[in-house]
C-alpha cells in the first residue's frame, strides 16, 4: 500500500466530527418520498443553473432548479427527462463527485442513465426509513456529532447538536411581534433596547443549557460601524411604537445588534460560525469584512468557514495573524476537492495545527446520503495533502495521521466544547 493509503486506511478508523450540516430532524426525512432527481437537488442545482438548465424555455436560476427538481407533484419521469441532457456537462464537478461516490456506496450504483433511474429511485424510497440517519450518519461515517443548523434544537439523536443563526436575534420579520413572541417564549416582558439585550442574554444561556447549542451562525458581509447606543435605543424605541421599521433603520438595528450578540456569544462561550465566499456576488461574502470585528472581540472564537473560497489564501492569513479566527473546511471539498487540496499545506504552512477542522457536509434533510461522499472526499484530501509533507519530509507518517485526527475529531471537540456535551 502506498503511503497516501496508508494514511487514508488510519483517517478512516477516526471518529468525525461533521463541523456543519443543515439537517431537519429525521422524521421529516422520511417523510419525503425520494427520487433519483434529489441526488441533484443540493448544491448540484448551482452547477446546473451555470449548466443554462432550461425547461420549456425558460432558463432557471439556483433556486428555481431546486424547486423543479424537488417538486414531487411532477413525475421522476418528466423531471429525469429535462435533467438528463445536462448531466454530461456537471458530472466532473465536486458536487457531482460526491453524489457518485455516494451512489456507488450507499446505493450501490455506477453511474445514472435513462435505463436504472427508476431503479435507483426504488433504491432511494427503500431505504427512506426510521434509522437511515444512523445507517448513513452514524454508521457509515462515524460520525459522533454533528453540528446542525436548521433553525431548530427538536432532533432525536444526541449526535445531532444545534447550531443556530443569528437572524433568530438581529431580524425581526414581523416587527413589533416578532419580539413580544420571542420574549413571551421565555417569560420576559421586553419595551426597551435594554430589556431586548437582556432577553438575548437569557435566550442564549436556554439555548445552551437546557436545547444543546454550541454556536451561533452568521454571515460575512462588509464592515460597518454600528450606530451609538443612544441611536439604537432611538431605533428600537420607533419599532416598538410603530410595529416595523423602514428597510434602512431595520439594517442599522440589526448592524449593531449583530455586534453585540456577538460579543455576548463570547461572553457565554458559544462559537461564532461565520459563512464566507462562494455564493453568488461572492465579493460581498470575503473574509477579510471580519477582519476589524476580530480585532474589536478578541475574546470571541470566530470559526470560519469554507476556506473563504475563492479566498483560500486570505483566510489562511487571517487564521495566522489572529488568536481567535479558526478555520472549518465544511462545505469546502465539495465546492472545489482540488482548490482545497491545494490549500490543505499552504494552511500547515501559516496557521497553527490546532485551529482547523477538517470537515462539514454541509446538506439539507433531502440530500443526507451525500454526507458520506463529502466525508470520502475529505478524507481522502486529507490523506493526499499529508502525505505529500511526509514525502518533503517536513514530518513523520505517524505525525500525519496525529495531525488528521485533530482536524477530524479533537479541534472541533475543543473549538465547539462539545466535551461538555456528553
Ligand atoms: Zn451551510
Redesign the pocket.
Known sequence: MNLKDRLLERIKGFDVVDA???LAPERERVKLEPDVCFLFSHYLTGSLAAAGFTVEGRRLDRAGVREFLLDTSKPVEERFGALEPYIPAVRYTSYAEAMWRTLEEIYGFQDITRDNFMDITEAMRGANTQGIYDRIIRDKCRIRFSLT?AGRTDYERPFMVPVLNFVLLIEFPEGRRTVEERAGKLGMEVHTLDDYMDYCRAQLRKWRDEERVVGM?TVSQPYEEPVSDSDARGLFAKLMSCGRLEEGDYHLLSVYLREKVLAMCGEEDLTVAV?AGVWDDFRRLDPKHNIPLVQKYPEVRFDI?HMGIPYVRDLAIMAGNWHNVYVNW??THIVSYYMTQSGIPEYLDFVPVDKITAF?G?YFMYAVEKVYGHLSMAQENVATALAMLVLHGRMTEDEAADVAKMWFWDNPIKIYNLDRLS
Open positions: 456543519h450540516e443543515h443548523q451562525k459563512h468557514y465544511c462545505w462539514g454541509d
